[in-house]
């Protein structure tokens, strides 16, 4: 999906926890150039996000994996309350911790963006969507409203994102009916 950069987007907390992370083992491993790997927790005692850096990296100098990931604990820029803990648990997972404080900012700010920072694409594409078309020889069930109210819901979908959407429903078929006239 391309993203339009001329918008300000408001940053994925993911993503400020990944620069924060890969600045820390910037620190500690100068020479490790690619991204660190955060990903959120899928427990929420482990956190709200986890980093596991460490053990690859320990593997990679052939150091403990807990002393890496103390090191990268120690070099994490918090200078704003950003996290409130950050632990190491089993091996050399990384457990971080969000300040509240900023989890409610953070809300706020999206709750405050009309778009609740979805950016707009940089280049929109024609959507058609295609609605029951039901048979008008036919009676009308509640199947047709169910398949009517999934498309109308993507079609609003795709209209947010910024494309140009085109809603479809033709009539179905008119067979019998002509049929029936003709005769």
């Not at 036919?138 to 999934?150: A, M, N």
């Not at 079609?155 to 005769?183: C, K, P, Q, Y």
């Amino acid at each position: 999906m391309n993203l339009a950069s001329t918008t300000p987007a408001i940053k994925l907390l993911l993503e400020i926890v990944q620069e924060r992370a890969s600045c820390a083992i910037q620190k500690v491993f100068p020479d490790k150039i690619e991204p660190a790997q955060v990903t959120p927790s899928t427990q929420g005692h482990f956190g709200h996000y986890q980093c596991n850096d460490a053990l690859r990296l320990a593997k990679l100098k052939r150091q403990n994996p807990r002393e890496v990931a103390a090191k990268i604990i120690e070099h994490f820029p918090n200078d704003d309350e950003f996290a409130v803990k950050m632990e190491i648990a089993g091996p050399g997972f990384i457990n971080i911790f969000l300040n509240p404080k900023v989890l409610s900012e953070r809300a706020n700010q999206l709750l405050a963006d009309p778009r609740l920072g979805v950016p707009k694409l940089a280049k929109p594409k024609r959507m058609i969507v295609e609605f029951s078309s039901p048979n008008i020889a036919k009676e009308l069930h509640v199947g047709h409203l169910r398949s009517t109210i999934i498309g109308d819901a993507l079609a609003r979908l795709m209209e947010f994102l910024g494309h140009d959407v085109l809603r479809l429903n033709h009539i179905g078929d008119w067979g019998t009916n002509f049929g029936m006239l003709i005769s």
